[in-house]
């Protein structure tokens, strides 16, 4: 798997540099640019999504009308923030052209997106199926782009697989598979292809994988790669296949250091891991070995930041970037790059004192470690609000737990409590607290005494459709753990399932629960 990766990325970057003028500098890729995403801050906007996600790809390519009254619909449908505001445009006066209807259903899916309670009351709204009815008549000037995610949109508002219009917009997309380009067919692949095998949409599905395979070579961005890898892979041997050579591993050693960056920028931003890892990744360290201390510093670090994400860092990379003359730019720096890159020392830093016992140093000074948390400052999002409250009401006492935690880790826990045998609630600082920024407390813990740390898992830290988490959060769990915690998940997908405030009270003693007696067990 790994060798074959290597070589469509070799195939890749050989073809995109024929095309582009040159292939973007690795440490300016857009996902080394994401604001950080630290555990709190779990961004609730989708737009930030890693851009190996071919989502992103579409959502930039716009649909601009060209006449005054269109653009004006176009900003209604884009700024509506309600369902209500895109079903009242229908009925409003206004000029809908030939993209509108399919525009709106696009929106409506967005702002359904975490509200599965609504899309059943949706398909009752009349208004809502003369939406379907308009597109449907129209379905055959929806443009390329529109007309994908409108696909999409379709999919994931639930819509019966019996649906005539669904069923339309599956026939158009079939019609048009040879002249649709190959990111609308990558898009599909990656968003749709497991609601088309749910909902038996066989056909499409193994159309949409033939194209794929066939026209592999038109891929176009080294970004596509991996995301197509991890979600399509699985579903088609012969696209696998097509790259597969005899003797690749050899090729792989003439690939250039920068590209095989790329590829493992964008493994850690999924914690993807290939199938002959062992092969990849000694590959990757020989590489790196001569080469690591000759890039640019924010990208050693990059690089150093991933291989802890995939549990596959050693001590000279570690070394490398934990070096005092390496790492005293980014304390100093203010830029929020400088800032992102300042975080993922830290997140090194703890990967080397929690995960490598072995290590001897260097270590990021513990005075580097002012707080400037900027995960602090952020916008509160419902769940964490509804976290808090519920937590709160079950302590019975503000002393008796911690909400928004930094610790010296570069992480943000949404809450710590503490348990004493017995399982009643200490006050969590008035013992030892090694974990926080600067470490505090003397007093031991009670023997027997357990730490419990509340992590928050919001939609935009999983994978695209998947209950994995993304490098960055799998790594912030696994550091919590290690740090001697017994960890409580509140993902959103289970939160959302909660009605009354006494499920979620119920809800969050049940985690605790099960997570002591699981550390009991062991
Ligand atoms: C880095 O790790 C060392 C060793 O565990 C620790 O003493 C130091 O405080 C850490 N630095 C920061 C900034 O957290």
């Not at 884009?78 to 445009?89: I, V």
């Not at 070096?323 to 720096?333: A, I, Q, S, V, Y």
């Given at each position: 798997m790994a060798a074959r990766l290597v070589k469509w990325c070799a195939c890749l970057l050989r073809e995109a540099s024929l095309v582009a003028p040159a292939v973007a500098p690795v440490g300016r890729l857009r996902f080394t640019q994401v604001t950080p995403r630290t555990l709190t801050s779990s961004a609730t906007s989708r737009s930030s999504h890693f851009p190996g996600s071919l989502s992103g790809l579409l959502e930039k390519e716009q649909v601009f009308a060209t006449r005054p009254e269109q653009q004006?619909?176009?900003?209604?449908?884009?700024?509506?923030?309600?369902?209500?505001?895109?079903?009242?445009?229908?009925?409003?006066?206004?000029?809908?052209?030939?993209?509108?209807?399919?525009?709106?259903?696009?929106?409506?899916?967005?702002?359904?997106?975490?509200?599965?309670?609504?899309?059943?009351?949706?398909?009752?709204?009349?208004?809502?199926?003369?939406?379907?009815?308009?597109?449907?008549g129209q379905i055959a000037s929806v443009w390329h782009g529109p007309l994908v995610r409108l696909l999409r949109s379709l999919y994931a508002l639930a819509l019966p697989a019996a649906c005539k219009e669904l069923q339309s917009v599956e026939q158009e997309v079939r019609w048009r598979m040879r002249r649709l380009r190959y990111k609308h067919l990558a898009f599909l692949a990656e968003s749709s292809a497991t609601y088309m095998q749910e909902r038996g949409s066989q056909e499409l599905l193994a159309e949409l994988l033939v194209h794929l395979e066939r026209r592999w070579a038109e891929i176009e961005d080294g970004r596509m790669v991996v995301a197509m890898m991890a979600k399509t892979g699985p579903l088609s041997e012969p696209l696998m296949n097509r790259l597969e050579d005899k003797h690749v591993l050899d090729r792989a050693q003439t690939i250039p250091v920068p590209h095989l960056c790329n590829v493992l920028l964008a493994f850690a931003h999924l914690n993807f891991h290939p199938e002959r890892e062992d092969q990849f990744f000694s590959l990757v360290h020989e590489k790196l070995g001569s080469a690591l201390t000759g890039l640019h510093p924010a990208l050693q670090v990059d690089v150093v930041w991933a291989l802890c994400v995939l549990q596959q860092v050693q001590e000279?990379?570690?070394?490398?970037?934990?070096?005092?003359?390496?790492?005293?730019?980014?304390?100093?720096?203010?830029?929020?790059?400088?800032?992102s890159t300042f975080q993922k020392l830290l997140h090194i830093n703890a990967s080397a004192q929690l995960e490598h016992p072995e290590y001897t140093g260097p270590h990021l000074p513990a005075s580097a470690l002012v707080p400037r948390l900027s995960a602090l400052d952020r916008k509160v999002t419902p769940l964490q609000k509804e976290l808090q409250d519920t937590l709160k009401g079950l302590l019975g006492g503000s002393s008796r737990g911690s909400f928004m935690v930094p610790t010296q880790y570069g992480w943000v826990l949404d809450a710590e409590v503490l348990l004493d045998s017995e399982s009643q609630f200490l006050p969590p600082r008035d013992f030892v607290a090694p974990h926080l920024a600067p470490p505090s407390g003397s007093q031991p813990l009670p023997p027997g005494a357990k730490r419990l740390a509340f992590l928050r898992w919001e939609f935009p830290n999983y994978g695209s459709r998947s209950r994995d988490l993304l490098g960055r959060f799998a790594l912030a769990r696994r550091h919590v753990q290690a740090a001697g915690f017994l960890v409580v998940d509140v993902p959103y997908y289970e939160w959302l399932e909660l009605r009354s405030e006494w499920q979620k009270g119920a809800y969050l003693k049940d985690k605790m629960r099960k997570a002591v007696a699981e550390e009991l067990a062991k």
């Open positions: 004006e619909v176009d900003q209604l449908i884009q700024k509506a923030t309600r369902p209500e505001e895109l079903l009242e445009l229908l009925n409003g006066g206004h000029c809908l052209q030939e993209n509108h209807a399919a525009l709106m259903l696009i929106q409506l899916s967005r702002l359904l997106s975490d509200k599965p309670e609504y899309k059943a009351s949706l398909m009752q709204d009349a208004r809502f199926q003369q939406l379907l009815q308009l597109v449907n000279a990379e570690l070394q490398a970037v934990l070096r005092p003359d390496l790492h005293t730019h980014f304390l100093e720096g203010g830029s929020p790059k400088d800032q």
